[in-house]
Nanobody
Framework: QVQLVESGGGLVQAGGSLRLSCAAS????????MGWFRQVPGKERDFVAG???????????DYADSVKGRFTISRDNAKNTVYLQMNSLKPEDTAVYYC??????????????????WGQGTQVTVSS
């Protein structure tokens, strides 16, 4: 079992920045593709960003078009933690952000069904 705990959410003005963290416990997530999703009330949980797994120094990252160029995903396997740096935030980025882990998947999954574990989420609110 893998437990995921997100932190770093909060209230920020448009144009500001936040860094979300996802701390994993229970087992190492070095062999898990890690993703960030977000959800607003009444809508589906959407893919935001993902980062490949493995022990290589270089990882492959994938981003939704809506956040490309503004958000950066990274991971620190030594700390068993994944980060999402969010810059130039917009009111439409307001959502609950969830961290998720997919064990040894090929490619860069954007489907929720590909993920084995989920965190409880952290609220991000961007004011205009």
């Amino acid at each position: 079992q893998v437990q995921l705990v997100e932190s770093g959410g909060g209230l920020v003005q448009a144009g500001g920045s936040l860094r979300l963290s996802c701390a994993a416990s229970g087992r190492t997530v070095s062999n898990y593709f890690m993703g960030w999703f977000r959800q607003v009330p009444g809508k589906e949980r959407d893919f935001v960003a993902g980062i490949s797994w493995g022990s290589d120094i270089t990882y492959y990252a994938d981003y939704a078009d809506s956040v490309k160029g503004r958000f950066t995903i990274s991971r620190d396997n030594a700390k068993n933690t994944v980060y999402l740096q969010m810059n130039s935030l917009k009111p439409e980025d307001t959502a609950v952000y969830y961290c998720a882990a997919a064990h040894r998947v090929a490619g860069t999954p954007r489907s929720r069904g590909a993920y084995d574990y989920w965190g409880q989420g952290t609220q991000v609110t961007v004011s205009s």
